[in-house]
Each structure stands twice: as structure tokens, then as C-alpha cells.
């Protein structure tokens, strides 16, 4: 079959691979609808998310049909037309058991190397490095799907697949940061970054009763379609000074709640993003994580601030500083889709939230490497290129 | 010169594991007498007993001690082994676990396995093949993947 492969550090190409197969009997084996491209995949293809060998096929957010079915596989079968969560979980560990689904125990193929990163590894995710799981991704024209009973989830009817798509990942991302931060009534909420997470935790926090949110970036698109298809203020950091903008907004007090949703590669206009970016090309730090600082920073006394962009390794000037002596509860944490995408996918069919609009752009699979090249560039305004393989050609 | 700048943060990983269970003579200590310990989210007499531990555990009882209590706090059972004999020092040396030589691996996966097999019903497979298209970078991942499941912090 075709995939995606990682070829090296900025080199995707699209090559023969062999077709997924049945390895466990809990196993089922999907053949992809659609798959999109995801800004945490930028950090894997540009070489800062270590574990990667040439030939891995990436990609993690998608939406399919089962074609094959393990031996003990209950709650799936053939012609299922199935999102899938981009983190695989067991189900039955005690992370899983207490909806903690990214740090399932028993989805590494490769905890060591996860525990010599992190102290204890991550849960497997698809087509994320070997650091994180060694699963097959699913820019393909089919993927193997583990623990599908627990991972994989029926699509109603009426839901389109487009729609569909982005419950795979980036809207059960968006929530839990609103989630986990503890949005409530009453909060005022700022979001770093308007890509499709960001937007999904703008849009959770919204739908969490914040009393206002106000979502920052630097594309006058995404603000535009924030603005039009969340519902949320927005800043352009380009334009303001961002902090000034948001104790105005708050009455001098600062964001109740600040959710981070720009991840490794951030980007801000002044002399420290060149500081950050020497650093990190340097490899004298492995993260940019300019957003976080300014969230910290911008943050009211005893808030909260959510990191849910993806690191991988270590930042250089954190302000710790600032967290101690302001009193604030930092957390963060990759995606506990399970424990979200049912409810999701009924808000979505009712209407409460809409994913379609993150579809700028549609590619086939042999254009896959285009597609990420848009997407990293953000050509023509792409928030996000879907891609969709054609199945004629297929085994 | 920029395309094997990705390789270093997995010889980082892989230094700071090595480091981090580096040879237990090192730190004044016999590599068998710790105890490597996994936490299965299962009651006790589920897991088995000391006599009799699950599988696959169960191939090296000849060779190990096995301790099973209730883990605190309703997180299920602890399930720890030890080598009776301590593990001679050569064998936890660097090369040796590179080689994959060093029998602390060999108990680590079994833990690890017992634990997937009692929580999970299976042990999960990596893809196959795992990639495509050998290079020299990949082949040093390709070392640390083949060692991970022995490796680690157990």
C-alpha cells in the first residue's frame, strides 16, 4: 500500500509500504477515509522529537472503515465507520480506569526509551516516533488500530466525515485543556494559538460557561475564523501588546485561566524569539516555548496555565519564578481522547461545536508531502490539509 | 549536516538511561538484591502468589524471588522480582546491555508482560516490519527499540 513516510529531517515522501496486518487479537484494521496534517507532526518532521527512523509512516488523526476484525475484538466490525483517538489505551490499566488514557501503561512498544526521556514512558500514539509508542501512523491507505474496542469510535449518522475527522485528536485536545484547567462561569480564559486546538479550547471553554475568552495568534485568518466559528475575541500579538491587552480586558486582574495551544515551535515578534530560535537550532535547548512564558506571565494571581502544544525535551528561561510567587497551578498533559470523544461527537452532531471549516484544504496521498509543506508554510491560509487516499489502486 | 542533528537526543536518551541503571556495583550495591517492581491493576489473588506467579514470570521462578502485596490507595497489586543469585557485574556492565546480555532485561520484559497480560489480555505488538528503510541513524534507534522493553526504570 501507499503511506507517508518520514524520510529524514523536512523530507516526507510517498512510498510502497507493506499492508498493515492483524498482530493482536484486540486489533482491527482500518481503511483510512481521511487523515489530517497536525502541528505536532511539524516537531516530528523537522527532527526535534527524537526516536524517528527513515521509512516510519506518520500521521495520527483520522477517520475510517474497519475491514478486518481481531479474534477478540467485541464492540467493532466490518463496515464500522469509525474516528479513531490518536493515543492508543488498553482500557483497563489504572490510568485508563481513571480516564488518564496518554499515559496508558500498556501501549509503548518501547517503554525504555520513553523512561530514560520523560522518568516514565508515554502511552503509544500513532505514527509518533518510537520514543512514543513505535506504532505505524496513518497517512496510509490502511492502518492497524490496537485496543480498537477502547480507541476506535462509531461515527452516527449525520455526522459527516470531514466533521468527524477532527474528534480524532484535535477537539478532545482543545477540551481537555479547558477540562483539566477547571474552566467554570465566570472565568475570563485566553488562548495562545488559533489552529485547530486552539480553537477547540476556545470553543470548551465557551461551552464551559467562561464569561469571556479571547484567543491570541498571528494569522489574520485564523483570527478571522476564531472569531467566526468559536465565537471567541481575539488579539493579534503582532499588532498589541498582548499582556496590556488582557489586564485592560480583565480589569487589571489577568486571564483566570490561560491554556497554551502553540507547542515547541513558537513564534512571537520580538528579540527573544531570535534568542529561542538560535537556542533551539543550537540544540542548546530542545523547545521554544515562548507562548508558555508569555501565558505565565500574562496569568492572574492563583490562575491556572495549560500547556497542551506538544514538548519534547527541555526550555531554557522558564519562569519559575513567577510560578512560585504568583501561586499558580501549572499543568499539562497529551490527549485523553477517550475519555472525551462520545460526548464530542454528540455536541458535534447537536451543533455545539464545528470542526468542518478546520478543512482548508483537501489533497490526495500522493500529494501528501505538499500538503504538510502548506500546512507548515501556511499557504493560501491553510489551517489544516486533510488527506484523503485513493483507494483504487489498493490491495 | 543538519539531516543527523535528530540522532542526538536519542544518544542523550540513550546516555541518560544508561546512566540512570547504570551497573548496581557501582552505587554499593548487588544488582539482585533490588527489587523490580510492577503495579497491576488487579486484586492480589488475581495476580497469583509468591509460589506460583503469572506468566511469563513463571518461566524464571527457578531463578527469582517474587513479592506480591496490595498496592496502597486501591491501585492494585505490586508485583515485584528479584534474582536469587546476584546478577554478576560484567553482565550489567554498558556493553552487556547493549548486547542485550545483561538478565535484568530478560526480568524487566517478563514483568512487563505479566502486567499487559493481566491488565490487558495481551502483550501489544509493534508493527511489522517496524519502518522500511535501513540507515545508520535508524539502526541506533533500531538498537535502543530492540533493548527498550528490557530497559528502563523497573
Redesign the interface.
Known amino acids: 500500500m501507499k503511506a507517508l513516510?518520514w524520510?529524514?529531517?523536512n523530507k516526507l515522501s510517498v512510498?510502497q509500504?507493506?499492508d498493515?496486518?492483524l498482530?493482536?487479537?484486540?486489533d482491527v484494521v482500518v481503511r483510512l477515509i481521511a487523515g489530517t496534517t497536525c502541528g505536532s507532526d511539524l516537531h516530528l518532521i523537522g527532527?526535534?522529537?527524537?526516536?524517528?527512523?527513515?521509512?516510519?509512516v506518520i500521521g495520527h488523526e483520522f477517520v475510517g472503515e474497519v475491514v478486518e476484525t481481531g479474534s477478540?475484538v467485541r464492540r467493532h466490525r466490518v463496515g464500522d465507520r469509525v474516528v479513531v483517538c490518536s493515543f492508543?489505551g488498553?482500557?483497563?490499566?489504572?490510568y485508563c480506569?481513571n480516564d488518564l488514557w496518554s499515559l496508558c501503561?500498556?501501549?509503548n512498544?518501547?517503554?525504555?526509551?520513553g523512561?530514560?526521556?520523560f522518568?516514565?514512558?508515554t502511552a503509544?500514539i500513532f505514527g509518533y516516533s518510537?520514543?512514543m509508542g513505535?506504532?505505524?501512523g496513518s497517512h496510509a491507505e490502511y492502518v492497524?488500530v490496537?485496543?480498537a474496542d477502547y480507541g476506535a469510535f462509531k461515527v452516527p449518522e449525520g455526522i459527516d466525515d470531514t466533521s468527524a475527522l477532527f474528534v480524532s485528536d484535535s477537539v478532545p485536545t482543545g477540551w481537555m485543556g479547558a477540562d483539566l484547567a477547571g474552566v467554570k462561569p465566570g472565568d475570563v480564559v485566553a488562548v495562545w494559538g488559533c489552529g485547530a486546538v486552539g480553537q477547540m479550547a476556545a470553543r470548551a471553554a465557551i461551552l464551559k460557561g467562561a464569561e469571556r475568552v479571547v484567543s491570541i495568534d498571528r494569522i489574520p485568518e485564523r483570527l478571522a475564523m476564531t472569531e467566526r466559528y468559536v465565537g471567541s475575541e481575539t488579539l493579534d500579538y503582532t499588532a498589541t501588546d498582548v499582556a496590556a491587552e488582557l489586564r485592560e480586558r480583565t480589569g487589571g486582574r489577568g486571564p483566570d485561566v490561560c491554556i497554551e495551544a502553540v507547542g515547541m515551535e513558537a513564534h512571537s515578534d520580538g528579540p527573544m524569539h531570535l534568542y529561542d530560535q538560535a537556542k533551539q537550532q543550537l540544540?542548546l535547548q530542545?523547545d521554544r516555548s515562548t507562548a508558555v512564558r508569555q501565558a505565565i506571565h500574562a496569568c492572574r494571581k492563583g490562575g491556572t496555565v495549560f500547556v497542551l502544544g506538544v514538548f519534547?525535551?527541555a526550555v531554557d528561561k522558564f519562569p519559575l519564578g513567577a510560578v512560585i510567587n504568583k501561586g499558580l497551578t501549572v499543568r499539562g498533559a497529551q490527549m485523553h481522547g477517550q475519555r472525551y470523544i462520545p460526548m464530542l461527537l454528540d455536541r458535534l452532531a447537536a451543533g455545539e461545536i464545528e470542526t468542518a471549516h478546520l478543512a482548508t484544504h483537501s489533497l490526495s496521498l500522493d500529494e501528501a508531502p505538499t500538503a504538510y509543506d502548506m500546512f507548515k508554510e501556511k499557504t493560501d491560509g491553510c489551517v489544516r490539509a486533510v488527506i484523503r487516499p485513493d483507494h483504487r489502486g489498493a490491495a | 549536516m543538519r539531516k543527523v542533528w535528530w540522532v542526538v537526543p536519542v544518544a542523550v536518551a540513550g546516555a541518560a538511561a544508561v546512566r540512570r541503571a547504570r551497573p548496581a556495583h557501582e552505587g554499593g550495591e548487588r544488582a539482585g538484591d533490588r527489587w523490580l517492581t510492577v503495579t497491576v491493576n488487579r486484586a492480589p489473588a488475581d495476580v497469583g502468589s509468591e509460589g506460583k506467579p503469572p506468566a511469563p514470570l513463571d518461566e524464571l521462578a527457578d531463578r527469582i524471588d517474587v513479592r506480591i502485596r496490595p498496592a496502597p490507595g486501591d491501585r492494585g497489586t505490586e508485583l515485584g522480582a528479584r534474582f536469587r543469585e546476584p546478577v554478576p557485574a560484567e553482565s550489567t556492565s554498558v556493553p552487556a546491555r547493549l548486547a542485550g546480555r545483561d538478565p535484568r532485561q530478560e526480568l524487566r520484559r517478563a514483568l512487563r508482560d505479566a502486567k499487559s497480560l493481566l491488565e490487558a489480555g495481551e502483550v501489544l505488538r509493534p508493527d511489522a516490519p517496524p519502518t522500511t528503510r535501513p540507515t545508520p541513524g535508524g539502526k541506533l534507534v533500531e538498537l535502543f527499540t530492540r533493548r527498550s522493553g528490557g530497559e528502563g526504570v523497573l
Not at chain 1, 488498553?90 to 489504572?94: I, L, M
Not at chain 1, 512498544?109 to 526509551?113: E, F, H, R, V, Y
Open positions: 513516510c524520510e529524514g529531517v512510498e509500504v507493506p498493515p496486518e498482530r493482536n487479537d484486540q527532527g526535534y522529537i527524537p526516536g524517528m527512523r527513515a521509512g516510519d477478540a492508543v488498553c482500557g483497563r490499566c489504572w480506569a501503561d500498556n501501549t512498544t518501547n517503554p525504555g526509551i523512561q530514560a526521556l522518568g516514565y514512558e503509544g518510537h520514543a513505535g506504532l505505524r492497524r490496537p485496543f540544540r530542545t519534547a525535551g
